[in-house]
């Protein structure tokens, strides 16, 4: 019985879903999202609505057309599925609320995100700088119900905000600056931009949404998400073709980079601590860059991975998992 209140959003998700996944495909074939009616790609015969029920359909067809029996991808049941499942954990966690209203909003066009990212490594602006205004909205109204007013003076006036709101408004800029700083150093490195446009605008629209703390944090998941998911492909790729000395090089990166935790616990001396803490940080930044160069000079040496759904991904954690994150981080950081 205390599933029946959420069988309504899960339902209402995979249809939502079942739309993005056509608006997604859509928007990557640049098609109209409204006509012509759905279709098969390969026979062009019109669906029936009896074979676009979500996530059922696609089972009961065994993944094919009905007409030309080509196969149907599994992203649409995917898709369906996953959307109908995080309607339901945010009404869970948030309930039936304008800020679930609003959660939703954000979840529907990381649907898309993911879809056209991970097929043509594209984020359309409607679906990153959109998130922008939507994100400001939610904070100024303080729909995520964080404490703290702030009191800006105009000269001939003072207005009272959210301090969140302040705070989104720092985290849209903060996050044009973090990829614009590190598009240069990829610039000098790689010889091109290493994040696009989209990634840039995607992280804004989550700080206009959630503010610096949450941006912040939602970056460096992002990037150990995207470590975990792309550093074994790589080291798989050098493997095969017996590149070790850059395998060698990333694990003694990884072995500098990881070292100043270890270094803070045994030695009490905070001079020599920065020392140190400098020098691994100079030599983990060596070895990674050395590595990177040396990989660019091989033809199969770098793998090219979106970092749009790693950004997804670390803010979906951090929407319903923001509790033991924070706890995490103060703990790791000792703050």
Not at 1 to 7: A, D, F, G, K, Q
Not at 177 to 188: A, D, H, R, T, Y
Not at 210 to 217: D, E, I, N, P, Y
């Amino acid at each position: 019985m205390m599933l029946i209140p959420y069988v309504i959003p899960f339902c209402i998700g995979a249809i939502v879903g079942s739309f993005l996944n056509v608006v997604g495909l859509r928007f990557l074939r640049e098609e109209s999202i409204v006509l012509p009616p759905s279709h098969c790609y390969q026979c062009n015969e019109k669906i029936k609505p009896y074979d676009n029920i979500p996530i059922l359909s696609w089972i009961l067809l065994g993944g094919k057309c009905r007409h030309c029996k080509a196969a149907i991808s599994i992203q649409y049941p995917l898709i369906e599925l996953l959307t109908g499942l995080l309607f339901v954990v945010t009404v869970y966690q948030y309930g039936f609320t304008w800020q679930s209203a609003f959660l939703l909003f954000l979840i529907a066009n990381f649907m898309v995100i993911l879809i056209t990212d991970f097929r043509e490594q594209f984020i359309f602006d409607i679906n990153s700088i959109g998130l922008i205004p939507f994100g400001l909205i939610y904070t100024y109204l303080n729909l995520g119900y964080v404490p703290g007013k702030a009191v800006v003076p105009l000269g001939f006036a003072t207005i009272t905000l959210p301090e969140v709101f302040i705070s989104a408004l720092f985290a849209v800029i903060g996050a044009f600056l973090i990829f614009f700083f590190l598009n240069l150093v990829s610039q000098l490195i790689l010889g091109r931009p290493g994040f696009g446009e989209g990634d840039t605008r995607l992280l804004m629209g989550i700080g206009a949404f959630f503010g610096v703390k949450w941006m912040v944090l939602v970056f460096v998941l992002s990037f150990i998400i995207q470590a975990a998911v792309g550093i074994p492909i790589l080291i798989r790729q050098w493997l095969l073709h017996k590149a070790y000395y850059i395998t060698a090089l990333l694990v003694v990166a990884f072995v500098f980079a990881v070292s100043p935790y270890f270094i803070e616990r045994w030695v009490t001396q905070w001079l020599l601590l920065i020392i140190l803490v400098l020098v691994s940080s100079v030599g983990a930044l060596y070895c990674s860059i050395k590595a990177i160069k040396m990989a660019k000079e091989l033809p199969f040496g770098l793998t090219v991975l979106p970092f749009g759904p790693a950004i997804v991904f670390a803010c979906l954690l951090m929407l319903y998992f923001n509790g033991p994150i924070f706890s995490f981080f103060r703990l790791f950081l000792r703050i």
